[in-house]
């Protein structure tokens, strides 16, 4: 039942998020990007968000074994890790752009769509913990 209430959830946050996208794009005439996946703002940023990601999957595959061994971490860190990973890549992401591609308004949306992201995602974590 939880993990239907989850999908659900899910669903609706990843639906209000688009179209928020959407308006937010319409409204500061942010312009699109090429392609499908995330143009970086130069090659500092690159590397940057290349080390993250690569602290973020040794830190699972850590953590991972920590909580199979039972020691002293619980289960529900293994929960918050991949949300703190999230937050902190769009806040870098937010930042670069802020200072390398103010013109375009694209940290405009960045940052509002981690703090729309934060709104909705809180509850859900806290719904979920109380079932």
């Known amino acids: ?3 239907i209430l989850f999908l659900g959830l899910l669903i609706v ?7 928020v996208q959407k308006a937010l ?4 005439n942010i312009p699109k990007t090429k392609g499908f996946f995330y143009n970086y703002v130069n090659t500092q940023h690159k590397v940057i968000e290349i080390s993250l990601l690569l602290f973020y999957l040794i830190g699972t595959f850590l953590l991972t074994f920590r ?3 039972e020691t002293y971490l619980p289960p529900t860190i293994m929960g918050y890790f ?3 990973f999230l937050i902190t890549l769009y806040l870098i992401r937010t930042f670069m752009e802020w200072k390398y591609e103010r013109e375009t308004n694209r940290y405009r949306l960045s940052l509002t769509l981690v703090a729309y992201s934060l709104l909705l995602i809180l509850p859900i974590i806290f719904i979920l913990e109380r079932m």
Do not use: G, R
């Open 25 to 28: 794009t319409k409204k500061y």
């Open 1 to 3: 039942m939880q993990f």
């Open 67 to 69: 909580v199979l061994e």
């Open 13 to 19: 946050m990843m639906i209000s998020l688009h179209y």
């Open 82 to 84: 991949p949300l703190a």
